[in-house]
Nanobody, 125 residues
Framework: QVQLVESGGGLVQAGDSLRLSCAASGRTAGSYAMGWFRQVPGKEREFVAAISLGGRTTQYVDSVKGRFTISRDNTKNTVYLQMNSLKPEDTAVYYC??????????????????WGKGTLVTVSS
């Protein structure tokens, strides 16, 4: 079992940057494929980015390509989401997700078995 705790959210202006962190405790984080999702009230949870066990493979939703970067440091059991050039439409609660037993979990929320409680990102115009 792994526990995930997100941090780094906050209120920023359009064009600013934020770095989200997801700290994993319990079983070694390097054993999990990881992903970031986001959700706005009243809407379904949306895939943002995913990263493989070793960090070599990444995937992004089209709307964040070129602006967001997912990375991981398995020595620190932490996954990051660097968000640059933030837009008001990036406003959401951001969730970290983990899946054990596979190298890469992909874009579907149902593929992930473990979730953090989320961190709020608000981008003002």
């Amino acid at each position: 079992q792994v526990q995930l705790v997100e941090s780094g959210g906050g209120l920023v202006q359009a064009g600013d940057s934020l770095r989200l962190s997801c700290a994993a405790s319990g079983r070694t984080a390097g054993s999990y494929a990881m992903g970031w999702f986001r959700q706005v009230p009243g809407k379904e949870r949306e895939f943002v980015a995913a990263i493989s066990l070793g960090g070599r493979t990444t995937q992004y939703v089209d709307s964040v390509k070129g602006r967001f970067t997912i990375s991981r440091d398995n020595t620190k059991n932490t996954v990051y989401l660097q968000m640059n050039s933030l837009k008001p439409e990036d406003t959401a609660v951001y969730y970290c997700a983990a899946r054990e037993g596979i190298t890469f979990a992909g874009t579907r929320a149902s593929a992930y078995g473990h979730w953090g409680k989320g961190t709020l990102v608000t981008v003002s115009s």
